[in-house]
């Protein structure tokens, strides 16, 4: 055991260096981070709210609607089938529950029916657990006599719910974060629940205001006769309003809605003829009946897509637009497409929030945190170093290079895994520095007891680490069972916390045991002590 | 010289004190469910639902609690606590649900944010903070759960690794530490908030490490001296690992200590639950988890006999113990 083959040795500094340059980039400034070549680390750590200020909000979302409107999707459907096929009369459409029933009129047309429904019933949609693969049925059809009924299943239920709640998280983040800079974190908990946390905020109001809004989508006609003077002037006709444009300016449009968002039926990323990315959208048969009345009654005049309050463009119209699908242009990018088709889609929040638990961290108190964490960690650092040198000496100097080794390979993880350092994070990794020289003690309480029961060093030292092993396991093992168990079931700081003991307990075994190993079996076979100073 | 906190050979007779510290730490529990019982425990919002603020002197001067108090209760919401937290300069105040739905609550903090500045000039705002009794019962409920599955999940991992009697022996000694832990909360009334759940499963985490030290050296040692007795044995193996428990302890505390005086009063609460844990953790290792192999009565040969299949026992060794010392 004491004896390491090269490539063991090469194994032991490679985790060092990676442990040093995943942790490196958090002691450079941002210019040097960004000097650094694409192939090094250069994220750092991603420190929580309350250590850099911010404000937090739980959102519960109301999924039950979510159910009621898919039930009144599916009742438009089976309407939409009445009214396509000649002959086949629904009944008594009822929504109860988490099902439509209807009445089929004729016996004879059961066979029909169900033919026509299978575009309901054998709709498959993703699988909520990934693991369980393919698709799983949304509605599950039953038939009494001439009565159908149409069941949501459970799974359907959570995957529209689901769906809904990751839709609004996509329009929350389009709003709070429309630039993608601020480093925001969305999170899905449980089933309902929509965590939101916007570093260096302070001003929650503002932030509620923002999710609370509706986005619209509106097509308005344009005042081509309005001057600049009246627009800087605010100068408007009777029912109309200046609005300021995406790409700078403002613009005077007609109050009046020529159709909106919410007769959009799809909207999805696409290029126009010049190959830049845009969206392309379809009405349903009322806003295309309402979209081609007005294109064909205008040819050769602007009007203008306004979503919540802002001129995307205003393009003139070259010819009647009958079928009920066009395209947005002047987007930037695809991405941006994807995320206005996204929102597009969405229209407004597709589901009710109501704002559950709030917290607001001032940036006073975040880095008040952060001195407070750092001088603890230093304070306890030193002390155990000191501790461990006096009770073990040379034995304890390894233990201590071990434990910086530690601590940078902690460093070096949560940087590279980006996760949350939270206050109790903090804690977190001081409680490492504690308990990580724990196995280092086993091992060498271990190595004196060898020693005295008459074992020569070299003997002692192999006994030493391979006796202590299974103990250091279990007992590692145990405090991790502990870890998990807390990010599984804790929420936010406290699942910061879990994190930072995991990655401790994980590297510190590396460290403790392998590392010192290392250190030491390279100082014995050098020094040939014939009596370890332990 | 090194440093030597404990002599190099002990021979105390902890297992002489069994009995004694079983009273004791029976007396400890029902003392710590009963101040439980009678004065629950100080619930932070985490728990409780409602609104905390936390505001400061921009001056770093005494902060006049009384004026805030005043000055809270004068914008009509009833029963205001405020108090000083952590510096002189620093007080939470700490609100019941007000009247109103969720959105009255978020308006509290609002006015609290843009009012007492003016009422008290120099005093800033620091955090806000209000929690939705929907939510508040959920995180309890969840709290205890996390703590009932780690101190199961720990029971199947011991059982599995060592013999029931082990397994139930460390549980008893958890289930007493978790609870001389409530007592601890309930009669310091420190809040108790969600960082205590944490603390007190890492507590769990501390002092299942060193009960687990102490078998696998009473497992070693049931295999070594097949013929000393049994209370022998757990006394030997608590004094040969007594070097490493006070050892482990102590740095622990280093590093714990630090975090309490200088770590700020956001995580003081979870030091002090911390501190309180490593020291039962350690004394229930000791005192409970160890004579509980005595009361349950292991079988010797059934760890004699687990020999073949372990494999961390190393099979290089001489079959006899004995020569090889």
Sequence with gaps: MLTFPRWKIVMILGVVLLGILTSAPNFLTEEQRNELPAFMPSKTLNLGLDLRGGVRLLYGAAVDDVVEARLNNVADQIRDIRRNERGLNFRNIQISGHTVSFDVSREEMIDLAREKLRDLTDVTVGAANPLMGGGVKELELTQEGQRFTLTLTEQGILIQQRDAIARAMEVIRKRIDPDGTKEIVLQMEGNDRIILEVPGADDPEAIKDLVGRTAKLTFHDVNTTASQEDLSRGRTGLREKILPVQDGGMIMVKERVIVSGEDLTDAKPAYDQNGRPSVAFTFNTAGARKFGRHTQENIGRPFAIVLDELVISAPTIQSAIMGGSGQITNIGSVADAQELAVLLKSGSLPIELSVLSERAIGPDLGQENIDAGEIAAIIGFAGVIVYMVLSYGRFGLAANVALITNLVLIMGALSFLQATLTLPGIAGIVLTIGMAVDANVLVFERIREEQSNGRNPFSAMEHGYGEAFSTIMDANITTFIAAAVLYMLGSGPVQGFAVTLAIGILTSMFTAVVLTRFILATWLKRARPAKLPI | ?325
Excluded: C
């Design chain 2, 1 to 325: 010289m090194l440093l030597r906190l404990v002599p190099e050979n002990t021979s105390l007779n902890f297992m002489a004190l069994r009995k004694v510290a079983l009273v004791f730490s029976v007396l400890l529990i029902i003392g710590s469910l009963a101040l439980f019982a009678v004065n629950s425990l100080n619930y932070g919002i985490d728990f409780k639902g409602g609104i905390s603020v936390e505001v400061q002197m921009e001056d770093k001067s005494d902060i006049p609690i009384e004026r805030v108090k005043e000055a809270v209760a004068e914008m009509g919401y009833i029963n205001p606590s405020v108090r000083e937290y952590g510096e002189k300069w620093d007080a939470m105040i700490r609100l019941e649900r007000q009247p109103g739905d969720d959105k009255a609550q978020a308006a509290v903090i609002e006015k609290l944010r843009n009012d007492l500045p003016v009422a008290i000039p120099g005093i800033i705002f620091l955090d806000g903070n209000f929690i939705s009794p929907t939510v508040s019962g959920e995180l309890k409920q969840d709290g205890a759960l996390a703590v009932t599955i780690a101190v199961l999940a720990v029971l199947v991992y011991i059982w599995f690794r060592f013999e029931w009697q082990f397994g139930l022996g460390a549980v008893v000694a958890l289930v007493h530490d978790v609870l001389l832990t409530v007592g601890f909360f309930a009669i310091t009334r420190l809040e108790f908030n969600l960082s205590i759940i944490a603390a007190i499963l890492t507590i769990v985490g501390y002092s299942l490490n060193d009960t687990v030290v102490v078998y696998d050296r009473v497992r070693e040692n049931i295999r070594k001296f097949r013929k000393k007795e049994m209370g022998e044995i757990v006394n030997f193996s608590l004094n040969q690992t007594l070097s490493r428990t006070i050892m482990t302890s102590v740095t622990t505390l280093l590093a714990l200590f630090a975090l309490f005086f200088f770590g700020g009063e956001g995580i003081r609460g979870f030091t002090a639950a911390m501190i309180w844990g490593v020291v039962v953790g350690t004394y229930s290792s000791i005192f409970i988890a160890s004579p509980m192999l005595l009361m349950f009565d292991i079988r010797r040969d059934a760890i004699i006999g687990e020999d073949k299949n372990d494999p961390t026992v190393d099979k290089s060794r001489p079959s006899n113990p004995f020569e090889q010392v």
